[in-house]
């Protein structure tokens, strides 16, 4: 599965986790203030390995539920929302603008 679907579809569930209410409002939740710590930090790696776990979670949940017999439908929901949080971590962190540190949080080219 290419990254740009994974990405939409954790927008699409995140979102439609939001508006059926499953989304707690009233008390921040753990990955909303461990992505406000890094965004503050200006650590851009940590978001961007943050970001990536998620992704491979997310994968491996999907060959989870396709292997077997397992609803994982509660877990792909929560690591969407995580994603959609990152997202917009990575987002603010990008908007401080210091360029190079966006630079060296960078993946290391595979060619160099």
């Known amino acids: 599965m ?3 679907i994974i990405d939409l579809s954790a927008r699409q569930m995140a979102k439609a986790a939001r508006e059926s209410g ?3 409002h009233h008390m921040p939740m753990a990955i ?3 992505v406000d710590a890094y965004v503050r930090l200006k650590d851009g ?3 961007l390995d943050l970001r990536a776990h ?3 979670l997310i994968v491996d949940l999907n060959k989870l539920r396709s292997n077997s017999n397992c ?3 509660l877990a792909l929901g929560k690591m969407t929302e995580d994603l959609a949080i990152i997202d ?3 987002a603010r962190w990008i908007a401080q603008g210091d360029i190079g540190a966006i630079v060296r949080a960078l993946p290391a080219s595979p060619w160099s």
Request: aromatic fraction near 0%.
């Open 45 to 47: 790696r940590a978001l």
């Open 54 to 56: 998620r992704q491979r």
């Open 22 to 24: 499953h989304v707690r």
């Open 2 to 4: 290419s990254d740009e």
């Open 88 to 90: 917009a971590g990575i």
């Open 32 to 34: 909303e203030q461990i």
């Open 71 to 73: 609803n994982v439908d």
